[in-house]
């Protein structure tokens, strides 16, 4: 009779957080417009306000919070792991600020579910990647995400924008090296079931991505 080795807790308690986090995405899709927008669509008026928006977006938009999730997970054991994720948000507000300018970007909403499809399917093939590879891409999928969150604050002043845009900044670098340092934390401690573990969070997060991508190509 073959035994298996029953998993630790920390793997259960990870396997749960990845299984909550498909049906979170699965809603999320469903409800595509109301996952957006932490005011209820109204425009931010104050600082506060804008913050609190900032803060949210990223969180709530769950397709985006994939994303910030995977690049953290891919910074894993990176030298410049601080940079990927850098680049990302900086290219987030760059996004915005082409919103803001009245510039469009094609294909949004495909490009972003690519986006956490693609950094998914990185995270299943359990290979560390090029930290140059990786900050690059997260740059061109920064625009297109930034670019969706520029949706929230169209003709909001310049308080809350400013606002708005340190909020987005701060919760998904806060949310990308949080990934990356307790990534590697379980590196070092469960070294047999990491990559086990990663691959599941890439098959969580592709199947988010996937998700979000087929309700795109829907309308």
Known sequence: MVAFAK???SAAKFFVGIAT??????????????AHHALGGRIPTNFF??????LA???IGLD??????????LCIGQTHAFVIPATFVLAAMAGTGIHLLHFD??????VISASVIVLGAMLIVSKTQNWIMLAGLGAIAGLFHGYAYGESIVGAQITPLI???AGFSLIQYGVAMSACLMGNVASQKLPHQFFKMRRLAGIAICSIGIVFMA?????
């Not at 986090?21 to 109301?34: Q, R």
């Not at 970007?105 to 495909?110: G, K, N, S, V």
Request: aromatic share 12%.
């Open 163 to 165: 606002a708005y845009l």
């Open 105 to 110: 970007l094609p294909a949004t909403e495909f």
């Open 64 to 73: 985006h919070f994939a994303f910030v999730v995977a690049i953290g997970l």
């Open 49 to 54: 306000e804008g913050f609190i928006s900032g």
């Open 7 to 9: 998993p630790s807790a």
């Open 21 to 34: 986090l498909t049906c979170i995405g699965l809603l999320s899709a469903a409800y595509p417009a109301a």
């Open 215 to 219: 309700s795109s190509l829907a309308g």
């Open 57 to 59: 977006h990223p969180v």
